[in-house]
């Protein structure tokens, strides 16, 4: 099954465009991988599937919604649906770690307060953060744990499609393996349907099932990663050139 389904996209910011004419599809249950040199529209492409960013022409379909044509009440359904943790965590830095996990649940929900408190107290050991976590401001955490507690916020909804945003950048390498795998044990224990963009080598090697590589464009390849050689790109043979380091 598909969960979301991009045709014939484009993207244009006055002059210059940013996609022209891309189509891919994401299953569910995998970890699909959203590749590309800087600037190639990455980024864009994930603010477009969650509504953040309008684009120019084609269609979008997440969770079975054309996201262009869809009104308000609908649009509000399917956002319940999904998480996001984006690059920097963007965390809310007025507020505790508990308050901003707490946060969509108390805006979104008619939860008790107990109940609330329940929900995000199993998010907090989720992501293998700690209980004593909980009371700490943004400013008095590590990089690592901010992103912890980020993705404890985008899961608090209990997402049925987790999107992210370089969830490794920024991390020392041994930070950035361990939240490879907690995504890994996510996607098992939760079974959820994650998109990633990545720049990290060992991750998308490590974590992704399927990826599109946006180049000049266009859709240069879709596929797995066993299969990319053979693809005739610049930034593909330039990017994958070093994979015999991987471990």
């Known amino acids: 099954m598909n969960i979301i389904e991009v045709r014939n996209l484009k993207t244009k910011f006055e002059n210059k465009i940013v996609h022209d004419n891309i189509s891919l599809t994401i299953k569910e ?5 959203l590749l590309g040199p800087s600037g190639c529209g990455k980024t864009t492409l994930l603010r477009e599937m969650v509504m953040l960013q309008e684009f120019s022409e084609g269609s979008i379909e ?38 901003n996990i707490a946060l969509p649940l108390i805006e979104y929900t008619d939860l008790s307060s107990s109940m609330i408190d329940e ?20 400013s008095q955490i590590s990089g690592g744990m901010k992103k912890k507690a980020a993705l404890a916020r985008a899961l608090a909804m209990d997402p049925k499609l ?6 490794t950048s920024g ?27 990545s720049h990290d080598l060992q991750s998308i090697y490590d974590t992704l099932d399927r990826v599109a ?23 593909i043979q330039t990017f994958f050139k070093n994979k015999e380091h991987i471990i």
Do not use: C
């Open 213 to 235: 590589i946006i180049d000049n464009q266009k859709i240069a390849y879709e596929g797995t990663i066993s299969e990319i050689g053979s693809v005739n790109s610049n930034f």
């Open 62 to 99: 997440v969770l079975g919604y054309d996201i262009y044509n869809i009104n308000h009440v609908n649009a509000q359904k399917i956002r319940s649906k999904w998480g996001v943790l984006f690059q920097a965590g963007a965390l809310f830095s007025s507020l505790s770690i508990k308050e």
């Open 29 to 33: 249950g995998e970890i699909y991988g």
């Open 119 to 138: 929900i995000v107290n199993f998010k907090i050991n989720l992501v293998g953060l700690k209980s004593s976590d909980a009371h700490l401001f943004p």
């Open 162 to 167: 987790l999107f992210l945003d370089e969830p």
């Open 171 to 197: 991390l020392d390498p041994i930070s950035a393996r361990d939240f490879d795998r907690l995504i890994l044990k996510l996607r098992s224990v939760l079974g959820l349907t994650i998109v990633m963009v």
